[in-house]
């Protein structure tokens, strides 16, 4: 985590350093535009826009500036410039679906933290290392990553990286069919984003919770819940996030045995998410999609988005949740 001071009388990246601080990404990409050009090009600068740009879903020129301004750090010797790059551009790599780049570049940076001290850094490494392990379905090693990154933000004192883990650590736990413990994580998670106010926070706790709340059967409170969500993320201007909010959305409806809504909120949902490139949230909401046709008795639909997310999960390597894929293509075939 960079440093961010916006007390800084003589600092020209002053207003960018609020806006990236106060979590308002859009607002710090304005600032940077009217800096001159030469301030624009500073290593920190490169470093504030690559940042916004990944919270903004552009990862592929997040990812490129965030090397560029790792380069300029590493030039200069700034170990601590080269680490927050090396976390970037690995967050940007783990968004396209790099998964190995991702680790690589999440493991530097976590050797820098170490070596620097920087325990906030560790926290958010090793909770990026465990999302990795999420995603290739190894639970055992992402919930020892959260563990040691819960720790480390314990220490420092970071309610939004507690939030963050909590999150992850619910989702998990839902996924290896352990709902009470998921929501208990949930619940902790929306606890702490709301005690720092952080709207994008609160409502990415809401999903998850409410994904859970489904397959507790507790249909009416998951709708609540999931409809705050997307109306957050829609203030958020996240479309991320508004994309798995009407995921979980076509979730709720189809284990209602509403398969028509379900399809409806699922093809909205990949409407959104298909532009952005986030590789995992795309087959996710493919996925589900695929379940609703399925539903509605759409087979040939069903298939077409099981083989495209199964595609995408096997260029991002996670071969037991491609199995899964496979596995539910046969029972259509």
Known sequence: MMALNPYQP?????????????GQFRDALHALGELPIEVRASADALLFRSMSLWRTGEYVESAALAREAGRRFRATG????????????AAADFALGHLADARVGFTRALSLADTLGD???????ANNLGNIDYY?????????SYSLARASFEKVG????LAEVSLNRSIVFRERGELHASIIDGDQAIDYAEAEQDQRLVGQGLTT???????????????VEAHRAYRLAVAEVNPLDEADALRVRSVIERLRRNPTEAVRFGEA???????????????????????AYSAMGRSTDAIARLESAGQALRQMGAIARVEVVEKKLEDLL
């Open 136 to 144: 290739l379905a190894e639970y055992s090693r992402a919930l020892s």
């Open 119 to 125: 325990d906030l850094m560790i926290a958010r490494c």
């Open 10 to 22: 003589t600092d020209r990246l002053r207003a960018v350093r609020v806006a990236v601080l106060a």
């Open 78 to 89: 700034d170990s601590d410039g080269t680490m927050r790059s090396e976390n970037v551009a």
């Open 158 to 161: 970071w309610h939004k990286g």
């Open 269 to 291: 949902a990949l409407d959104i998410v298909r532009p952005l490139g986030h590789a995992w949230t795309t087959a996710e909401v493919e996925r589900d999609l695929a379940e």
């Open 209 to 223: 919770r409410a994904e859970t709340r489904a397959h507790l059967r507790d249909f009416e409170v998951a709708t």
